[in-house]
């Protein structure tokens, strides 16, 4: 039975006096959550609740876990306050889906505040809710308290394990601390924990992120069954260094195919994204091409991410336009790669952050009723704009002196 018409059958049951339990409503928005149908899936919460019957983890962690999908991270942490303050028991994996939230948000001094109310709610921290602190602290590149959070949680006789030992050894590579990452290994050993493609990899990444080159090398070659995995990290590690160091990331990626190693749709787009991050667009085209040509199919990421350099692209020819030189800035309707997107159908559909791209790129070029086009699609296809998306269509509104669509934006944000 398709989602629409499980959804009538629910009104239909409605109709004929019987009231539909909570299990029935759990079902349907768990289905529109697992369809990124997040507007469909909070309407249905809402009518839930105004019906009486109250909501349970299950449904809020699939709201909750499917806004942080979506990019909704500030959201999904709004949302769960809502829900805490106002009575609604909230279980372990739930407070753990807000620590990470919180942690990607950058808010550490918060998830650990909430990590703190579950220990006075008698709820004992586990791996999970130690690596999640871990990782947060990592991400920031606060190192010390990211070893301290370790070192407690050993203390408390919680064993890490390779996740927990690949958080780490990621956040030590990324920030240069290369002998770090390498102690770890040894750790791991010392524990019986075999270090797998992931702890390799994000060694060999932040190696080259950090400009050692013939340390991340070296490395590689130390390892006895390398992948395609190892050569991506490598390739991704260039492509993701202050600097974009292109060079060697096409060095790597040349090498991948001479050995007969076909690079998958990951690495294709990882080096796609660094051409387009050191404004080599041309180059961007030339590898997106050659990913078709050996029948490698893009993915929305792909295609955001040559449509955010496109727009970018754009931006300087606005700029141009301004300095008096002719130059035509292109709307979202001629972009081959917007065409190519929207022609997959069903089969690659754009996301929230796919569409906040193009609408910031069009508010910065003043393409400003392309922008409020697209904001309307997005919302019809059933996608609930992001903070991000009101974020740069408020900066066009005031760019423009536009009050009346800034006040307008400020009561769809609140009433959100």
């Not at 919180?102 to 703190?116: D, I, M, P, Q, Y």
């Not at 080259?208 to 590690?237: H, W």
Request: net charge negative.
């Amino acid at each position: 039975m398709k989602l629409k018409e499980a959804v009538e059958v629910l009104f239909d049951v409605v109709n004929e006096g019987v009231a539909p339990d909570v299990y029935m409503y759990g079902a349907l928005i768990h289905a529109y959550c697992k369809a990124r149908n997040l507007l469909q899936a909070l309407a249905l919460h809402k009518d839930m609740l105004s019906n009486g019957i109250k909501t349970n983890c299950v449904i809020v962690s699939s709201i909750l876990q499917c806004m942080c999908e979506m990019g909704m991270v500030f959201e999904a942490v709004v949302q769960f306050k809502e829900l805490r303050d106002s009575g609604i028991f909230l279980d372990k994996v739930l407070y753990n889906n807000v620590v990470d939230a919180l942690c990607k948000l950058g808010k550490l001094e918060e998830a650990v505040e909430f990590l703190n109310e579950m220990e006075g709610r008698r709820m004992s921290l586990d791996l999970v809710n130690y690596t999640t602190l871990i990782d947060g602290y990592c991400l920031q590149g606060k190192l010390v308290n990211a070893k301290n959070i370790f070192q407690k949680m050993k203390e408390k006789g919680v064993e890490p394990d390779i996740i927990t030992y690949n958080v780490l050894v990621g956040g030590f590579s990324r920030n240069g601390l290369t002998e770090e990452a390498l102690e770890l290994l040894d750790c791991m050993e010392t524990q019986r924990l075999k270090p797998n493609s992931t702890t390799h990899n994000r060694i060999i990444e932040g190696l080259c992120m950090s400009g050692k080159v013939r340390e991340a090398e070296a490395f590689l070659n130390t390892l006895e069954d390398k992948c395609l995995e190892n050569y991506s990290a490598m390739v991704g590690g260039f492509c993701k260094a202050s600097d974009g160091d292109m060079k060697r990331a096409q060095w790597v990626f040349d090498l991948l195919v001479e050995r007969g190693i076909t690079p998958d749709v990951i690495t294709y787009t990882m080096m796609i994204n660094g051409y387009c991050r050191v404004n080599c667009l041309r180059q961007a085209r030339c590898i997106f091409n050659d990913m078709k040509g050996r029948g490698i199919k893009p993915d929305v990421i792909t295609y955001t991410v040559l449509l955010d350099g496109r727009l970018k692209e754009n931006l300087k020819g606005a700029r141009s336009l301004q300095r008096g030189k002719e130059r035509e800035v292109e709307k979202t309707g001629d972009s081959p790669f917007w065409s190519e997107l929207n022609d997959m159908g069903k089969e690659i559909e754009p996301d929230v952050y796919c569409y906040t791209v193009l609408i910031d790129g069009h508010c910065k070029t003043n393409n400003f009723q392309d922008a409020i086009d697209l904001d309307d699609e997005m919302i019809a296809r059933g996608l609930q704009p992001a903070i991000a998306t009101y974020t740069a269509l408020l900066s066009g509104c005031l760019s423009r002196g536009d009050r009346y669509r800034v006040i307008t934006l400020v009561d769809e944000i609140l009433k959100g």
